[in-house]
């Protein structure tokens, strides 16, 4: 299961005419990362729990990434690595290639919050490639049509705009672990377990990704409007603009979700027009695209490629989608 993470507020918190506004106070501040320095707990899909130490600004990197790093990644909990080591995440294997890869990934991420990070941290690191990690699972489906209604990430769409968030990391930490806190006791205030429940959706939730029994794999769903199209193809071209501003290439790259290569759901139409229009607006934009699901089709069992349906990438996987991308870069 991938929700948005509890360790960024995202937009926030619904504010009047059903607008998204940051949780961080009143002048609309909104971080885009985790708290700087602490030991980040991700997830436990494979039986035993992943952490990662973040960095100076909140990021899964080892020390020392943020000096002249010549590949950046951005995009969401994929990018970042989640459910496995850090070592054995997409930049981590990239980095050993490559050298000089710094990853901007964070889970909860959609499209506005990955051009929003492309703008708050590269300008002034100036990277040859950026990488743009496009995850079909939730990318256009269910974070853009949220992250649409906050002003502050749309703004993003304008040249010029930025929040300052290099300049603000200190105050940014101080609120947001403020904030953290708050949602701490109430939470522990609400239930007597904070996993009441949990277990009776997931055994359906994994039951329905098994057998494709989710909206899109059955075909009855079009889930990406003509308006989530268009404001994609802006997005892009913005993030495009923005790295060519410094000479530096936005390269698109296609993450496939696990119900793909499950049951039924490999024979979900709507997938596949989806993947077909995405890949398409990539194209028109004159950006390089590198497709991992073909390499992970191409696999003698895809299946193996994951921890179970609707989880991340196993380690293995995360391999193969380095490997891909390593290819498509060289």
């Known amino acids: 299961m991938r929700a948005r993470s509890m360790l960024v507020p995202g937009p926030g918190k619904q ?25 980040i707990v991700t997830c436990n899909e494979s039986g035993a729990w992943v952490t990662f130490d ?34 054995k ?41 950026v990488l743009w990690m496009y995850f079909e699972g939730n990318d256009l489906f269910k974070d853009l049509p949220e992250e649409r209604r906050s002003d502050v990430l749309m703004s993003y769409l304008k040249q010029g705009f930025r929040q ?15 904030y953290l806190d708050d949602q701490l006791a109430e939470a522990m205030g609400r239930v007597d ?19 494709g029994l989710d909206p899109v794999g059955l075909g009855l769903a079009e889930p990406v409007t003509k308006d989530d199209l268009g404001l994609f193809r802006d997005i892009l071209r913005e993030a495009r603009r923005t790295v060519r501003s410094w000479g530096g290439k936005l390269v698109f790259v296609f993450m496939p979700d696990a119900p793909r290569y499950f049951a039924s ?16 607006i990539a194209k028109d934009l004159g950006l390089p695209v590198i497709d991992v699901h073909q390499v992970f089709a191409a696999a003698p069992d895809p299946q193996a490629l994951f921890v179970y349906p609707g989880s991340h990438y196993n380690e293995e996987g995360y391999k193969r989608a380095a490997e891909a991308i390593a290819a498509g870069l060289d």
């Not at 050298?99 to 002034?124: F, M, Q, R, T, W």
């Open 15 to 39: 504010g009047p005419g059903g607008k998204l506004v940051s949780a961080l106070g009143g002048d609309g501040l909104l971080p885009l990362a985790s708290l700087p320095g602490k030991r």
């Open 54 to 87: 973040s960095d100076e600004h909140g990021f899964n990197n080892p020390p020392g990434s943020w000096r002249a790093p010549r590949i950046v990644l951005v995009g969401d909990s994929f990018t970042q690595g989640d459910c496995v080591p850090p070592e």
């Open 89 to 129: 995440n997409i930049a981590a294997h990239l980095n050993r290639r490559f050298g000089g890869v710094l990853n901007l990934g964070i889970a909860g991420h959609g499209p506005l919050s990955e051009l929003a990070a492309v703008k708050e941290y590269l300008p002034h690191l100036r990277p040859k490639t």
């Open 164 to 178: 300052g968030l290099m300049d603000k990391g200190e105050e940014a930490a101080r609120r947001f672990q403020a």
């Open 193 to 211: 377990s904070p996993y009441e429940g949990l277990l009776d959706f997931l055994k359906l939730f994994h039951l329905r990704e098994t057998f």
């Open 265 to 280: 759901a490999r024979n979900s139409r709507i997938r596949d027009r989806v993947r077909g229009q995405v890949l398409d």
